[in-house]
């Protein structure tokens, strides 16, 4: 069973609940900085529990706050590059616009892939997002609809499923300030019965 599209990289929030509180057959360490001047630093690695594959990312993040812009540059062990600008709260107050794409030099221009995406707090407990995607070249689109529910200051419980029938589950725990602990999985929807679904497991530090 595939693991579900990353939707490319789509705005932060609709991201987030997308892509955590998720770890679908992968150990998975993040680690997180952020300089004097503002400009945030994430590295990622991981490792799959199936192929044994070890990957890793590198983000840089830059919030021009006056103005409401964040933009975002990440680069990862697959040598796929992505940029992402994001405009929050200057057309609505909590409406977020957010234009995306990744290039990977290594398949040309038909590696080029576009999204989009919507996300709305409903309230202090509960986030919502739809995301679109699709690549140069290709007439196959992608979507797909999450939410995030907040149980209390340290447990969340987040679902999503795409248009593959891929239905994503998680449950993301802080253990202690700096350290949380993820658990999810992995359902294919046509298939239920018939087995092969994943499991992951997360730890994330923040300094």
């Known amino acids: 069973m595939a693991v579900p599209p990353t939707y490319v990289d789509l705005g932060k929030s609709a991201r987030d ?3 955590k509180g998720y770890g679908f057959g992968v150990i998975k360490l993040d680690l997180k900085t952020k300089s004097e001047n503002g400009l945030e630093f994430t590295s990622t690695g991981s490792a799959n529990t199936e192929t044994s594959k070890v990957a890793g990312s590198l983000e840089t993040k830059y919030k021009w706050a006056e103005h409401g812009l ?32 990744s290039f990977s030099p290594n398949t040309g221009n038909d590696g080029t892939e576009f999204g989009g ?49 891929l239905v994503g589950l998680g449950y993301t725990q802080t253990l202690k300030p700096g350290i949380k602990l993820t658990l999810s999985a992995l359902l294919d929807g046509k298939n239920i019965n018939a087995g092969g679904h994943k499991l992951g497991l997360g730890l994330e530090f923040q300094a």
Do not use: C, H, P
Request: hydrophobic residues 40%; negative net charge; without cysteine.
């Open 17 to 19: 609940v997308f892509t």
């Open 70 to 101: 964040t933009f975002t540059e990440k680069w990862n062990t697959d040598n796929t590059l992505g940029t992402e600008i994001t405009l929050e709260d200057q057309m609505a107050k909590g409406l977020k616009l957010t234009f995306d794409s």
């Open 117 to 165: 995406s919507i996300y709305q707090k409903v309230n202090d407990q509960l986030e919502t997002a739809v995301n679109l995607a699709w690549t140069a070249g290709n007439s196959n689109t992608r979507f797909g609809i999450a939410a995030k529910y907040q149980i209390d200051a340290d447990a969340a419980f987040s679902a999503k499923v795409n248009n593959s029938s």
